[in-house]
């Protein structure tokens, strides 16, 4: 059964666009504390622009970007932050990988949710 707008498939996107906005956000403050501001800009102002076009449409596509996006930052923030040459604070660390964390789950959520049955 698939709920259509303004039922369950809907919230999943809502909380999926509201946690990739404050995803974004945060890449955006964040960057001006990292070696190159601009990469870390781009990266939010793209994770929160991929949050508002969830938010907006009904399309899997920025779906499934916000999940690529999320991942590489998690997975980042996993293995290459902690071990670069002057590593960020563990709770700098440790907020970005709840942040990302939540994204990728609430992405992979809703993607799951929109599946159409066959």
Same mark, same amino acid.
């Given at each position: ?10 919230? %999943?996107? &809502? @909380? ?11 890449? $955006?403050?964040? #960057? !001006? ?18 949050? %508002?076009? &969830? @938010? ?11 999940? $690529?996006?999320? #991942? !590489? ?46």
């Amino acid at each position: 059964m698939v709920i259509g707008i303004g039922g369950l498939e809907n919230r %999943w996107r &809502t @909380w999926l666009a509201i946690a990739a906005g404050v995803l974004g956000i945060a890449e $955006v403050i964040d #960057a !001006f504390s990292i070696e190159v501001p601009a990469v870390g800009i781009v990266f939010g102002l793209a994770t929160a622009a991929l949050g %508002w076009w &969830t @938010w907006k449409s009904r399309s899997w596509i920025p779906v499934v970007l916000v999940l $690529v996006l999320s #991942a !590489f930052e998690l997975v980042s923030v996993i293995f290459v932050y902690p071990n670069s040459a002057d590593p960020p604070p563990a709770w700098r660390l440790a907020i970005f990988a709840v942040l990302s964390a939540i994204v990728l789950i609430l992405a992979i959520v809703s993607l799951l949710r929109s599946r159409r049955p066959v």
